[in-house]
């Protein structure tokens, strides 16, 4: 099943869109009003393709794509505009917009480029391997990228550059808590991107990391709790 977030403040549009991708085989369609509210999304729900427009209140679409071109790398993303093709495209597309699609967009266009887009996978997908001995690998080859993990339920991120963990997001969790959230799950699965393009939020050396991880996890056990949610 692959995930759609449609981001779009007119209510009739993005219901027009929903309803008339409906068709879509395999597809889940998910709807924002705005870049914030869409970004939070993004925070809980894994999405492989992002369509949105440009002209929106509270965060408009090209705050959203700079956001998510930074945030989560390996998201394509396409543009829905009644903007003329010009400065306001261009930027889009200098941002990270992978397709700009003129309004009204037919439909079945869209339906094409969601499938298309859709078949792109991550550069890398590891199973079977815990976050932490991939965090350990990546520290070795002095490894910058972006981790998209993900445990049942649980969506979080990881950014190494340079070997050296930076930044952890996690639902409403940020910086070393989401990291060692994210280390706690069981059986992740993990989609990864040569790229990271986020600023700074931990100084810890990730052996240090791994470690404080560790005694959490165990002091956990101990207790019978289970502090970081971890499946």
């Known amino acids: 099943m692959k995930t759609a977030l449609l981001v779009e403040d007119e209510p009739a549009t993005l219901h027009f869109y ?3 991708l409906r068709g879509l085989q395999g597809w889940r369609l998910l709807g924002a009003a705005n870049g914030r509210e869409a970004l939070d999304i993004l925070r809980v729900e894994p999405v492989d393709v992002l369509v949105t427009d440009l002209q929106m209140p509270v965060l408009d679409g090209y705050g959203l794509i700079a956001s998510v071109h930074d945030l989560y790398p390996s998201i394509p993303i396409v543009v829905l505009t009644s903007l003329p093709e010009g400065v306001a495209c261009e930027r889009a597309r200098s941002l990270g917009a992978l397709k700009v699609l003129a309004k009204p967009v037919r439909l079945s266009l869209l339906m094409e480029e969601l499938r298309s887009l859709g078949e792109l996978e991550s550069e890398g997908r590891v199973r079977g391997l815990t976050v932490g001995s991939l965090l350990q690998l990546m520290s070795w080859e002095l490894k910058s990228c972006t981790l998209t993990v993900q445990s049942g339920s649980q969506l979080g991120v990881l950014y190494v550059r340079q070997g050296q963990l930076i930044h952890a997001v996690c639902a ?17 699965e993990v989609a990864f991107v040569e790229a990271c393009r986020v600023q700074p939020s931990i100084e810890l ?17 101990l207790a019978g709790e289970d502090p970081w949610g971890a499946e």
């Open 18 to 20: 929903r309803a008339g």
């Open 172 to 188: 409403d969790c940020e910086g070393l808590e989401a990291a060692y959230r994210i280390l706690g799950w069981s059986q992740p």
């Open 205 to 221: 050396p990730v052996a240090e990391v791994l470690m404080n991880a560790a005694l959490l996890q165990d002091r956990a056990r």
